[in-house]
């Protein structure tokens, strides 16, 4: 869960749901190749393999692009509490 302290770190305060897993993969338990809109983003900033490990310098490369296409920036879901990677969940 090293990759749920860098996210804590740059979005303190947030509900603790949003650190686990699913905060970058499909599914509550990540594995490889499950990653959501979110988590491969991440990979492509990060390459191929290296997004294992997250540092709050990666997620806020990422902050300015939209995951999810909903018109909110991955930077402005973390602060409102909002997902992502979840079209749906928007500020």
């Not at 949003?18 to 990979?43: E, I, R």
């Amino acid at each position: 869960m090293e990759n749920g302290k860098a996210l804590k770190e740059a979005y303190p305060g947030k509900d603790p749901k949003s650190y686990g897993c699913k905060a970058c993969h499909q599914n509550a338990v990540g594995k490889k190749g499950d990653l959501n809109a979110y988590g491969q983003a991440l990979q492509a900033s990060k390459g191929e393999g290296n997004a294992k490990k997250l540092t709050v310098e990666d997620l806020r490369a990422v902050e300015a692009q939209d995951s999810d296409k909903d018109g909110a920036s991955n930077g402005q879901e973390w602060q409102a509490g909002t997902n992502p990677s979840d079209p749906a969940s928007k500020p």
